[in-house]
Structure formats: structure tokens, C-alpha cells
């Protein structure tokens, strides 16, 4: 159980497009999902907090309009790079939990982006 | 405020050899303490977690932790390693019950020599 998708897990594009990235709970209800970046060889960094039907929470230093962040069903949120520059080249992951576990985080694959 | 301190960012044993990967949290509230493993290019998947019931917990792979107040520490161990064990252990704090916002360490990667 406990299950999270992400897709596609490799992505390339050219400056100045925009990217979405999906994170899917398979086998639960996620109320919360999080959006981690993580540099190489770096811990995570947590870039927003989602609840569904909500507003995300963003962290500081995190520009909101930079990555577009969408949580509008149980089992699905989305990640939009807008306006993509080559430091936006990461590794994003997203994470979810759910009602009877919230303290509990189960991660997705994670999404590697590379803008040219 | 919560955070969480790992010491030796890599650590290598031999094949055999006992895991010892340290963690020492700091929280102003009893904690939720949490271990993870990441494999290159793959997200993170849990290894055990510890949320105030029994002080040792027991997680996949074989790998357990300990619950120390006193010490403030959460070490993940396992009693012999396997080359399969080789990836990067993230230990995470947060602030218990109904606190969904968890703190990562910077990290250990673990080395399996043959």
C-alpha cells in the first residue's frame, strides 16, 4: 500500500517553455502531498505544502508564480515549472499522505528536469 | 523548532559487516523520527519509523532503530550488510501526532565493500 506516482520521469525542454510534472497516490487518499527540489548529492528542500482544494503553502524563498502548484482531487497534484531556465534543471520529488497517517510521508520516483 | 543532525555523511563497511547510521534529533515536543533510503535517481522510500509506541522499531531490509530520549538519537542499524544495502539514508523529525511537515538530515551514504 501506500503507493505514489510521479510522471515523466525525465524531462527535457529549452528555455523559456513550461513543464508540468504529476504526482499520483495509486492506492490512497492523499489530503496533504509535498514538493520537494533536491540538489545533487544534497538533502531534500521543501518547496510547497499542498491540501486538496486548498491554496498551497509555499516556503520561503520559493517563488509562487515561478512553480504553479495545482491539488485538485485526492489522489492527484501537479508541479508547473513556468517560464523554464537551465538553474531550474533538478530532481523534484513529491510526496503524500493521508488521513488515517498524516504524519507519515510516502514519496513518489521523483522527476528529473533538464532545461536547455 | 525541530532538526535533525547525521553524523558522517558517508560511511563504508564490509559486506557482513554491522550498519551503524547515527541520528540525533532535537525537538521541543516529543517527536516522530523517521528513516529513509534513496537509491540513485528514485525517490525515497521508508525504512521504519518510530511515532511513541515501542523504543525499537523494526523496518524492512532488516534494519531497525532505536529510541533514545536520553540521547536524543535515533540510530538505524543493521546487523550485516548487504551490497543490495548501498544508497543514501535520510533520517527525519516532525512534531508527532497530526504534524505533517517533517525535517530531513543532510544524509549518509552508505558504501558496501565486497
Known amino acids: 500500500g501506500a503507493v505514489v506516482s510521479q510522471h515523466p520521469s525525465r524531462v527535457i525542454c529549452k528555455s523559456g517553455t513550461s513543464v508540468k510534472i504529476e504526482c499520483r497516490s495509486l492506492?490512497?487518499?492523499?489530503?496533504?502531498m509535498f514538493w520537494y527540489r533536491q540538489f545533487p548529492k544534497q538533502s531534500l528542500m521543501l518547496m510547497a505544502t499542498?491540501?486538496?482544494?486548498?491554496?498551497?503553502?509555499?516556503e520561503q524563498g520559493v517563488e509562487k508564480d515561478k512553480f504553479l502548484i495545482n491539488h485538485a482531487s485526492l489522489t492527484l497534484s501537479t508541479l508547473t515549472v513556468t517560464s523554464a531556465h537551465p538553474e531550474d534543471s533538478s530532481f523534484y520529488i513529491c510526496?503524500?499522505?493521508?488521513?488515517?497517517?498524516?504524519?507519515?510521508?510516502?514519496f513518489g520516483p521523483g522527476t528529473r528536469l533538464l532545461v536547455l | 523548532a525541530q532538526s535533525v543532525t547525521q553524523l558522517g555523511s558517508h560511511v563504508s563497511v564490509s559486506e557482513g559487516a554491522l550498519v551503524l547510521l547515527r541520528c540525533n534529533y532535537s525537538?521541543?515536543?516529543?517527536?516522530?523520527l523517521f528513516w529513509y533510503v534513496q537509491y540513485p535517481n528514485q525517490g525515497l522510500q521508508l525504512l521504519l519509523k518510530?511515532?511513541?509506541?515501542?523504543?525499537l522499531v523494526k523496518g524492512i531490509n532488516g534494519f531497525e532503530a532505536e529510541f533514545k530520549k536520553s540521547e536524543t538519537s535515533f540510530h538505524l542499524t543493521k546487523p550485516s550488510a548487504h551490497m543490495s544495502d548501498a544508497a543514501e539514508y535520510f533520517c527525519?523529525?516532525?512534531?508527532?501526532?497530526?504534524?505533517?511537515?517533517?525535517?530531513f538530515g543532510t544524509g549518509t551514504k552508505l558504501q558496501v565493500i565486497p
Open positions: 518510530y511515532t511513541s509506541a515501542a523504543t
Open positions: 499542498s491540501n486538496e482544494g486548498s491554496k498551497a503553502t509555499y
Open positions: 510526496s503524500a499522505s493521508g488521513t488515517y497517517e498524516q504524519e507519515t510521508q510516502y
Open positions: 525537538s521541543s515536543v516529543p517527536p516522530y
Open positions: 527525519a523529525v516532525s512534531e508527532g501526532r497530526g504534524y505533517q511537515k517533517v525535517t
Open positions: 492506492d490512497f487518499q492523499a489530503t496533504t
